[in-house]
C-alpha cells in the first residue's frame, strides 16, 4: 500500500513536471505568427507516415539508419511493457498481464528482452561513432559543450535503462525459481534468463531489495527521461510526427508568397487589389528579426530538431569553411525561444530583453553565406527548412534595413533601372540574335 | 548553314495575328552573358531545325526577379514579377520554354501565386521531348562515341523541382559514356551561385564552393563537363580555368551539345 501510494506520488510529480514543460513549448511555438496548414491531408499523412513512421530519408545513410531504427522499434514495444509497469505500481499487482497471455507473456516479454539487447548494442555503436570514431558532423563548432554531452547523456540513460530491465528481469526469475511469495511464473526468458547465475548467491532479501530497486530504477529513470527529454535535442522522438505531417508539400524551390506586399504593389501599380486590402496593420514588419516574427512552424521544426547534422554535412557552404551551418539555424532559433521562455515563466520581458535571434545568435555573415541549394532541406530526415528561416533573415535585412550586401544592392539597382541583374542596356538584350540573323 | 534560321518576336507574330507554340524565355543570362548567349544560339538553332514554331520576347523580357528575392527583396522581386505577368497574359501566353532554371523555378512556381499560370518546362525536359518523339535523331556518329560526359546537377533544377532524369536521357541520347560525380541528383553540390550568390562575393571560408564541385567534376576523368544552367556554367567553367584544365575538359550546356551532335555548329 505504501509503496503504491509512492508511486501515484512520483508519478504525479513527473506528470506535473512534464505538463508543465510541455505547456511551456506550446506557448513558445504560439511565439510564433499564425500559419494555417490545411491542404492535401492526405498527402499529409502519406509523408507522415513514410518520413516519421517509416523513417523513409534515414535509410539515405545506411548505417546510421539501422542502427537508429533497432532504437526507434525498441523505444515503441518496450513502452507496451512499461504500461504494464505502470499498471502494476497502480495496482500493487505483480506483472499483470501474465495470467492473462500464459506462455505468450513468456514470448513476448523474451522478444522485448532481445530489442533491449538490441538498444544496448545501437547505443554503444552510436557512443563509439560520437567520441571513438569522432564522425565529423557531430564535432561542429555548434556542438561544443551541452549540445555533445545531450547527445552522449541520451544514449547512456538509453543504455542504464535497458540494463535496469534486464537485471530485474533476472533477479525476478531466480525469485521465481525459489518459489517466492508474489513472483508469478512465466517461464523463462530468453535473455534474463541467461543472466540468473550472476543473481544466484544473493539471498532472499537482497533479491527482493535488488528486484524492486532494479523496478524502481527503470520506471523512475523512465519518468525522469520523458522530462529531460522536453529539455534536450531528444524531443524528436514525438515532434517528428507532426513536423512531417506539416512539412512543405510545395517544390522546394518555391518561396513564400508575401501577401502583404502583393497588395502594396498592386496598389502601386494601379490594379485591384481583389479584396479591400487597406493598409497593413500597424507595426507590421517584412521578414524576420526574431522568432515571434517566423511562424509557429519554424519554431516547431526548431524543437523537432534533433541535430543530427546531416544538413550541415552536405551545405556547400559549411563544407568550403564558411560559417553557416543549417543545423545552428535551427539550435539557435530554439536557443532563442528557450531564452524566452525561461524569462517569460519568470515574469521577464521576454521577447523585449533588447536581443533578437538575427544577430545575437545568428549573424549575417551565415545567413549571406546560404546559396539557397536546398541541400539542407532534402538532407533532413524530418523535413525541416532551416532556408526557411535564412531567407526570412535575409527579406528582414533588405527591406526593413535596406542593409542587404553592397553587391546586392547593387544588383537590386540593376534589376530596377536595366531590367537584369547586370549593368547592362535594356536595348542590348536582344544582341544576341544578330549574329544569328547577319549570317 | 544558318542562312534560314528565324528568332521572331512576340511582338512581330501577334502584328500578324499569330501565335507560337511555346515562348522561349532567354533570361538575362542568355541574353547578355557572352558565353551563355552561345547556349540561347545553339538552342534557337535547334528550335528552328526541329521546325517548332516559336518566339521570344526580345527587348521586352525582364528580369524574373529571381536574384532579388533570395537576396530579399521581396517588393522588387513582386515588381518585376507583375510586370512579366502583364506581358506575358498581353500575349496569351500558354507554354514557357527556358534554359535557365532559375527563370524556369520562379515562372513556373513562383507567379501562379501572383496570378501568373503557365506550363513551363526547362529546355533540358524540352530536349528530352524532342528526342522522345523523334523530332530529334542523333545519329550516334563518331563525335561522341566514347567521349566521357559528367552532369553537374543545377540545384534550382534537380532538388529544387526534382528534375534530374531529363539531362541524363538527353545525354544517353547522345551516346557518350555518363559517368556520375561523388555527389550527385538529390545530393549534388551546388556551384556556389544560388541564392543570389552569383552577385556578390563569397563569405570568408577556406575554399570557393566551385573549386570543390570542379575537383569532383575532374575526378570522374570525363572530358566534358554538361551544365543545364547559366549560373553553373560560369563557376564550373571558373573552376576548370582555376585548375588549369580548359584545355582539356570543356563544359558545355545541354543544348549546345545537341546541336553540335546535329552538325548546326557553324
Redo the contacts between chains.
Keep these: 500500500m505504501i509503496a503504491q501510494l509512492a508511486f501515484v506520488a512520483v508519478l504525479g510529480f513527473f506528470g506535473y513536471l512534464l505538463s508543465r514543460r510541455i505547456l511551456r513549448i506550446k506557448k513558445n511555438i504560439q511565439l510564433g505568427k499564425p500559419q494555417t496548414i490545411k491542404d492535401n491531408p492526405s498527402e499529409r499523412w502519406k509523408t507522415m507516415l513514410l518520413v516519421a513512421f517509416g523513417q523513409k530519408k534515414m535509410f539515405k545513410r545506411i548505417l546510421p539508419a539501422f542502427f537508429h531504427f533497432l532504437i526507434y522499434i525498441g523505444f515503441i514495444l518496450i513502452n507496451i511493457e512499461v504500461l504494464e509497469i505502470i499498471l502494476d505500481g497502480l495496482l500493487g499487482t505483480h506483472r499483470l498481464f501474465a495470467p492473462f497471455l500464459g506462455s505468450f507473456y513468456t514470448v513476448l516479454i523474451s522478444f522485448f528482452e532481445i530489442l533491449a539487447v538490441l538498444v544496448i548494442v545501437a547505443c554503444v555503436v552510436f557512443l563509439l561513432r560520437r567520441n571513438v570514431a569522432k564522425v565529423d558532423r557531430f564535432h561542429k563548432i555548434e556542438m561544443k559543450g551541452w549540445p555533445t554531452l545531450d547527445g552522449n547523456l541520451i544514449l547512456v540513460i538509453e543504455t542504464v535503462l535497458m540494463i535496469a530491465i534486464l537485471s530485474m528481469n533476472a533477479a525476478d526469475q531466480v525469485l521465481q525459481d525459489r518459489g517466492a511469495d508474489h513472483y508469478t511464473q512465466t517461464g523463462e526468458f530468453l535473455i534474463s534468463g541467461m543472466m540468473k547465475p550472476l543473481f544466484a548467491n544473493i539471498a532472499y532479501g537482497g533479491l527482493v531489495a535488488l528486484e524492486r530497486a532494479a523496478w524502481w530504477f527503470h520506471i523512475v529513470g523512465i519518468f525522469a527521461f520523458a522530462v529531460y527529454v522536453t529539455y534536450s535535442k531528444h524531443l524528436h522522438i514525438f515532434l517528428a510526427f507532426p513536423n512531417t505531417f506539416y512539412s512543405r508539400l510545395e517544390a522546394k524551390g518555391k518561396m513564400n508568397n508575401m501577401q502583404e506586399i502583393t497588395n502594396e504593389v498592386k496598389i502601386m501599380l494601379g490594379m485591384s487589389t481583389g479584396e479591400d486590402a487597406g493598409a497593413p496593420p500597424e507595426g507590421m514588419k517584412f521578414g524576420a528579426k526574431d522568432i515571434n516574427d517566423l511562424s509557429w512552424k519554424n519554431l516547431m521544426e526548431a524543437y523537432s530538431c534533433t541535430e543530427c547534422g546531416r544538413c550541415t554535412s552536405e551545405c556547400p557552404a559549411n563544407l568550403t569553411g564558411k560559417k553557416l551551418s543549417p543545423r545552428k539555424i535551427m539550435m539557435d532559433t530554439r536557443d532563442r525561444l528557450e531564452d524566452v521562455g525561461l524569462d517569460l515563466q519568470k515574469g521577464g520581458k521576454g521577447l523585449e530583453d533588447g536581443k533578437s535571434l538575427l544577430d545575437d545568435y545568428i549573424s549575417r555573415e551565415e545567413i549571406n553565406a546560404c546559396t539557397n541549394c536546398n541541400a539542407c532541406v532534402e538532407a533532413c530526415p524530418v523535413n525541416i527548412s532551416p532556408l526557411e528561416i535564412i531567407l526570412q533573415l535575409r527579406r528582414y535585412v533588405a527591406m526593413e534595413e535596406s542593409a542587404a550586401p553592397q553587391s546586392w544592392n547593387m544588383m537590386f539597382q540593376n534589376v530596377e533601372t536595366n531590367f537584369a541583374p547586370w549593368k547592362f542596356a535594356p536595348s542590348d538584350r536582344f544582341k544576341w540574335a544578330d549574329e544569328l540573323k547577319e549570317k | 548553314m544558318?542562312?534560314n534560321?528565324q528568332?521572331p518576336?512576340m511582338a512581330e507574330l501577334a502584328a500578324k495575328g499569330e501565335k507560337p507554340e511555346v515562348l522561349f524565355w532567354?533570361g538575362?543570362a542568355?541574353?547578355?552573358d557572352d558565353r551563355y548567349?552561345s547556349v540561347?544560339?545553339a538552342f534557337?538553332?535547334i528550335l528552328n531545325k526541329v521546325g517548332i514554331t516559336f518566339a521570344?520576347l526580345?527587348?521586352e523580357?525582364?528580369?524574373t526577379?529571381d536574384?532579388?528575392?533570395?537576396?530579399?527583396?521581396?517588393?522588387?522581386f513582386?515588381?518585376?514579377a507583375?510586370?512579366n505577368i502583364q506581358v506575358l497574359d498581353g500575349y496569351e501566353i500558354k507554354k514557357i520554354v527556358t534554359a535557365c532554371p532559375h527563370c524556369f523555378?520562379t515562372l513556373?512556381?513562383?507567379y501562379p501565386?501572383?496570378g501568373g499560370n503557365y506550363d513551363v518546362v526547362h529546355h533540358s525536359q524540352f530536349l528530352q521531348e524532342l528526342i522522345n518523339t523523334g523530332k530529334v535523331t542523333l545519329k550516334g556518329g563518331g563525335e561522341f562515341k566514347g567521349r566521357k560526359i559528367t552532369y553537374h546537377d543545377s540545384?534550382?533544377l534537380g532538388?529544387?523541382?526534382?528534375v534530374y532524369e531529363a539531362p541524363r536521357k538527353v545525354l544517353e541520347a547522345l551516346d557518350a559514356v555518363l559517368v556520375e560525380m561523388k555527389r550527385c541528383k538529390?545530393?549534388g553540390?551546388?556551384c556556389?551561385?544560388?541564392?543570389?550568390?552569383?552577385?556578390?562575393?563569397?563569405?570568408?571560408?577556406?575554399?570557393?564552393?566551385n573549386i570543390?564541385?570542379t575537383e569532383e567534376a575532374l575526378e570522374t576523368g570525363a572530358n566534358t563537363i554538361a551544365v543545364a544552367c547559366p549560373f553553373c556554367m560560369t563557376m564550373m567553367s571558373d573552376g576548370v580555368k582555376n585548375k588549369e584544365k580548359e584545355g582539356a575538359v570543356k563544359v558545355q550546356d545541354l543544348a549546345e551539345l545537341i546541336a553540335e551532335a546535329e552538325g548546326l555548329n557553324g
Excluded: H, W
Excluded at chain 2, 159 to 162: G, M, T
Excluded at chain 2, 192 to 209: L, S, T, Y
Design positions: 544558318s542562312e534560321i528568332i518576336t532567354v538575362c542568355g541574353s547578355y548567349k540561347t544560339r534557337v538553332k521570344v526580345g527587348e523580357e525582364t528580369c526577379g536574384p532579388a528575392r533570395r537576396a530579399g527583396n521581396e517588393f522588387l513582386q515588381m518585376q507583375m510586370a523555378n513556373k512556381n513562383e501565386d501572383l540545384c534550382f532538388r529544387a523541382n526534382n538529390t545530393k553540390l551546388c556556389g551561385a544560388g541564392g543570389a550568390q552569383m552577385f556578390k562575393d563569397a563569405e570568408n571560408g577556406k575554399k570557393e564552393i570543390e564541385r
